[in-house]
């Protein structure tokens, strides 16, 4: 069985405070994703990687960075938190699989994060 | 700008009787397709998927189908079961590599008893 995890299950932090989230994950997989998930929006990416020190922007990588030193662990830095960056932040993997191929992304619980 | 769309926040449906999520999509660039289903404090987990070259998949009681000329897919469940409550995601990639997944709004179903 695939198993995902996050640090946290719950996050409370203040404004401009800077912010680790991690994700391990135990599969051997490749490929690792940050998504966030709002109300009425989905999950939306903000960063992926598909090999150790490699990363690529998601659709809102703003306010946020990344660091994967070592493939099994994908963390999310959120330099200075702002109260929009309230969410519940999700972490999945996948295998990198053959070109044209769609491999299944597995997820990990998340991480509700509040910024007061 | 949603490329993926869940038009309906939610659904109720009895049990024992067909549950029918839709999306819509905009970019003809998609070519696989993807259903996730959520439960409260828990991961999205795996459902069912398509790829574009078919028009029909089925899995138990799930069946997904999509209409490319409408952009256009649907996941079936029937019969609905009260374990089928949660919130369904809908999720397309296309072939631009790290198979990027780009999800709709979610659907929240409930199944009443």
């Known amino acids: 069985d695939v198993k995902v995890t996050q640090s946290s299950r719950y996050l409370v932090k203040r404004t401009g405070e800077k912010v680790f989230l991690e994700c391990v994950q135990d599969m051997d997989h490749e490929n690792m994703f940050w998504y966030r998930q709002d109300p009425g929006l989905g999950l939306r990416l903000i960063y992926f990687?598909?090999?150790?020190?490699?990363?690529e922007k998601g659709d809102i990588p703003e306010g946020y960075s990344v660091s994967r030193e070592k493939k099994e662990r994908f963390s999310l830095i959120l330099e200075s938190a702002s109260t929009n960056q309230t969410s519940m932040y999700l972490c999945?993997?996948?295998?990198?699989?053959?070109?044209?191929?769609?491999?299944?992304?597995?997820f990990g619980p998340g991480t509700r994060l509040l910024v007061l | 700008d949603q490329q993926v769309k869940q038009n309906s926040p939610s659904l109720s449906v009895q049990e024992g009787r067909i549950s029918i999520l839709n999306c819509d999509y905009t970019n003809s660039m998609f070519d696989y397709f993807l259903w996730y289903k959520k439960y409260p404090a828990e991961g999205p987990t795996f459902l069912i998927s398509?790829?574009?070259?078919?028009d029909k998949n089925e899995d138990g009681r799930f069946t997904v189908f999509l209409n490319k000329s409408a952009k256009h897919l649907s996941l079936h469940i029937v019969p609905s079961q009260p374990g089928d409550s949660a919130v369904y995601f809908c999720?397309?990639?296309?072939?631009?590599?790290?198979?990027?997944?780009?999800f709709g709004q979610g659907t929240r179903l409930t199944i009443n008893p």
């Open positions: 999945a993997s996948s295998l990198l699989g053959r070109t044209g191929s769609q491999e299944t992304q597995y």
């Open positions: 398509i790829s574009s070259i078919k």
């Open positions: 999720a397309a990639s296309g072939r631009w590599g790290a198979q990027k997944l780009v």
């Open positions: 990687s598909y090999d150790v020190k490699m990363k």
